[in-house]
Each structure stands twice: as structure tokens, then as C-alpha cells.
Nanobody, 116 residues
Framework: QVQLVESGGGLVQPGESLRLSCAAS????????LMWYRQAPGKEREMVAG????????NYADSVKGRFTISRDNDENTVYLQMNSLKPEDTAVYSC?????????WGQGTQVTVSA
């Protein structure tokens, strides 16, 4: 079964950094693109970053361009989100996502809180 497990969230001050990890299993990881989403209470879920299967191409929400970097290690079946220069508006639950055989799979999410 497909499983995605995020880790690395926490409480940080504005300007600091965090690195999130998403460990994947249950599918051929290296053949699928993955994405990071985030959702704050009372707000819509939004796409943060995406990466293609081989990691050649990436895309980002305008709000995080230049600050966040998505990457993957296909030998370890893990996708990462490096978050630098964090702002209070980055506070949200961050989840990784993959579509496998036309079904959506989400991790449990990891909380990121940016507060002074």
C-alpha cells in the first residue's frame, strides 16, 4: 500500500530554516512526480512545490520562490522541502502528495509554526 510519512516540522522564529522530509513506500518511487502542499486553519490548501520523477524539473508557488527548494533522493525513496527565510505566513500543516494509478495519496502532515 502507498504510504507517505512526513517529518521535520516544528516551531521556529521568522528568518530561520527547516527541512521537511517525506518518506515514501508502496509504489515505484522513482517513476512518479511528487508535490508538497500546505494548509493553514481556515484557508484553502495550496501547492507549495512539485518535482518530476527524475528530479530534473521543479515548480513552486510564487509565495515561496527563492526561499524553498524541493529535492528528492530516489535511492532513499524520500522527497525533501528545504525552507529558508521562513515567515509567519508560512505557518501551516505541510503534506506530501502523489497520484498513483489515478488515486490520490497524502501523508499525515507535519506542523510548521513560524512565530516570534
Amino acid at each position: 500500500q502507498v504510504q507517505l510519512v512526513e517529518s521535520g516540522g516544528g516551531l521556529v522564529q521568522p528568518g530561520e530554516s527547516l527541512r521537511l522530509s517525506c518518506a515514501a513506500s508502496g509504489f515505484t518511487f522513482s517513476t512518479y512526480g511528487l508535490m508538497w502542499y500546505r494548509q493553514a486553519p481556515g484557508k484553502e490548501r495550496e501547492m507549495v512545490a512539485g518535482i518530476t520523477a527524475a528530479g530534473v524539473f521543479t515548480n513552486y508557488a510564487d509565495s515561496v520562490k527563492g526561499r524553498f527548494t524541493i529535492s528528492r533522493d530516489n535511492d532513499e525513496n524520500t522527497v525533501y522541502l528545504q525552507m529558508n527565510s521562513l515567515k509567519p505566513e508560512d505557518t501551516a500543516v505541510y503534506s506530501c502528495y502523489v497520484s498513483v494509478q489515478r488515486r490520490d495519496y497524502w501523508g499525515q502532515g507535519t506542523q510548521v509554526t513560524v512565530s516570534a
